[in-house]
């Protein structure tokens, strides 16, 4: 004979049951978390792992993949047609991006989670090579940077202002990180361009192979606020970046984490917060995520802050 008190027990289990099955929602959404980055030797591929690995901790159910590109313009494109939903990119690649500018053929409905770090202008040559300052481009074989990257749209406008002509004056070709230094330490390039963060580890692994210089690009820096805009600014590559016997001037250029504009408000909050919460992860993935600095974040012009990372600006403000 079953007593009132089991009979009572059970009907609170059964009555609990639909309730413990049927748990929220989380508010950022379920779903891949594709995170557009760049060469897997650059700045972008490491960073891009960190923000996965912070993803995986606190948005358990995103699914985060890094995505290899071309980098800053390939990556714009992905997060604008639904093929990522997060992504690194240049500045001034943003910026033309947003106002259909070449290379882009339409503007692009994109929006900034952050301003994160600053990139640096490479042009990399043989230190025993022929080649010793930026007009010794003219002439010499050279890589780019690969199509599709940041990198090539800062390279162009390098040579525009030097008056090199990049089909007539040099032998271009558009190569990745990798196989640009593979092919400078093999002899088949007199240089190649590259803009990252410090320190970029294929840089530092060619520095072991070959002595290379860093060529001096500052003084170019008026000519290309005056044609392209204020995103560029005079800055130093340090001696400790590479081990190099003298510091380098050159460009800097910021770099954003972009996502499209239609990215649903709450994701958007959650990502920008992962930035910050999850600092210490994304450092131990690459040390430049040290120099997110919360003041400077929201500084992403000419895009505007997703609404979703202008509220947590707003929440967080001390």
């Keep these: 004979m079953v007593s009132r008190r089991s009979l009572l027990a059970g009907a609170a289990v059964t009555a609990a049951a639909p309730v413990a099955g049927c748990s929220r929602p989380p508010d950022y959404g379920r779903g891949p978390l594709r995170i557009a980055s760049g060469n897997q030797g650059g700045v972008y591929y490491a960073y891009g792992q960190g923000l996965a690995a912070a993803v995986r901790a606190d948005l358990p159910q995103r699914v985060p993949r890094v995505l290899t590109t071309g980098a800053s313009v390939d990556n714009l494109r992905l997060v604008a047609t639904g093929g990522a939903e997060v992504a690194f990119t240049l500045a001034d690649s943003a910026a033309a991006g ?77 190569l990745g990180l990798d196989e640009s230094a593979d092919a400078l330490a093999a002899g088949r390039l007199d240089a190649f361009l590259f803009s990252a963060g410090l320190p970029v580890a294929s840089i530092a692994s060619l520095v072991a192979r070959v002595p290379i210089r860093l060529l001096d690009v500052a003084a170019q820096v008026p000519a290309l606020r005056t044609g392209y805009g204020e995103f560029y600014a005079e800055r130093t590559i340090p001696v400790s970046a590479y081990g190099l016997d003298r510091p380098v001037s050159t460009v800097g250029v910021p770099n954003y984490l972009v996502v499209a504009g239609a990215m649903a408000e709450p994701l958007a909050y959650r990502l920008t917060g992962l930035l910050f919460t999850r600092r210490g992860t994304l450092a131990s993935a690459h040390p430049e995520a040290r120099r997110l600095d919360r003041g400077a974040a929201i500084g992403t012009y000419p895009l505007p802050l997703h609404a979703g990372a202008a509220r947590y600006y707003r929440d967080t403000k001390v």
Excluded: C, K, M, W
């Design 98 to 174: 947003y106002a259909g500018q070449a290379p882009f053929t339409g503007r692009l409905p994109i929006a900034a989670l952050a301003r994160l770090y600053e990139n640096y202008l490479h042009v990399v040559v043989r230190a025993d090579g022929p080649v010793h300052d930026l007009a010794g481009l003219a002439g010499r074989r050279v890589s780019l940077g690969a199509s599709g990257s940041g990198t090539e749209v800062i390279a162009g406008r390098l040579l525009a202002v030097l008056g090199i002509d990049r089909t007539r004056d040099v032998s271009a070709v558009a």
